[in-house]
């Protein structure tokens, strides 16, 4: 059984910053990639940001610059360091991971329950 438990959402002001925090634990035998997604009602969710165990990250288009991902293999934690936000960052925002993991040896996407971010303007 894999457990993501995410933190650190919370309620912001636009052009503030926040940071959130993702960790995941139980039956890895590896993770490959880590990252943030993001979804509003009624919108399919995006891809904001994810990065490699060898540390190479991709963003959307919309936040690079503004955020960044970061990691930490030995704890299996990703946070996502949110700065310069607009209200259209507001959104549920889901962490990820594809690990490999008893019986999913080509590897498995797994999912948080999700934090939320809301940017008042």
């Known amino acids: 059984q894999v457990e993501l438990v995410e933190s650190g959402g919370g309620l912001v002001q636009a052009g503030g910053s926040l940071r959130v925090s993702c960790a995941a634990s139980?039956?890895?035998?590896?993770?490959?990639?880590m990252g943030w997604y993001r979804q509003t009602p009624g919108k399919q969710r995006e891809l904001v940001a994810t990065?490699?165990?060898?540390?190479?990250?991709t963003y959307a288009d919309s936040v690079k610059g503004r955020f960044t991902i970061s990691k930490d293999n030995a704890k299996n934690t990703v946070d996502l360091q949110m700065n310069s936000l607009k209200p259209e960052d507001t959104a549920v925002y889901y962490c990820?991971?594809?690990?490999?993991?008893?019986?999913?040896?080509?590897?498995?996407?797994?999912w948080g329950k999700g934090t939320l971010v809301t940017v008042s303007s």
């Open positions: 990820y991971i594809r690990a490999i993991t008893p019986g999913h040896y080509s590897g498995m996407d797994y």
């Open positions: 990065i490699t165990t060898g540390g190479t990250s």
């Open positions: 139980g039956a890895i035998f590896k993770i490959n990639a």
